[in-house]
């Protein structure tokens, strides 16, 4: 029977190992190793609220993309969703990018891409008469068409 070593292929973290650590099995935590500069995360924010329009290659890319409107929402890609809600007049959040507001003439709202639904708040805050927030909560299942009409419908 031959042995192999197998010492020159692994490599083991001594960090792992310190006494600094939490954990009780040493396997499990993956730290990182400091960066000598910080770290910048790129993020592309929106905003419609100037009144300027988004107008770029790459989102009319994305617009023509856009499965037919009858499709489920869930047939569509992020990026294509992303699209179809700027083209709506919806701007992103800069806190939070699945939050999306809109102002209307008549209402203002707030859309939330949750995980398994999209919901819509309509604000009292903005113009018209709401005595409170509505919200309503839209299955991916339904068409970008349904979803669309009954978002725009406002409150």
Known sequence: MSTISISKFISIDATLFSSKSSTINPCFSHKFPPSSRPRKSPSLVFSCSSGAELSSAAEDEWL?????????????????????????????????????????????AQLSLDVTDLYIRYLKSGPGNLEKDVERRFSYALSREDIENAILGGP
């Open 64 to 108: 023509k993309k856009l499965p037919e409107k009858k499709k489920p929402l869930y047939s569509h890609s992020l990026p294509c969703v992303e699209a179809w809600l700027r083209n709506l007049g919806f701007f992103q959040s800069k806190e939070d990018r699945a939050v999306w507001f809109v102002e209307k003439p008549a209402w203002h």
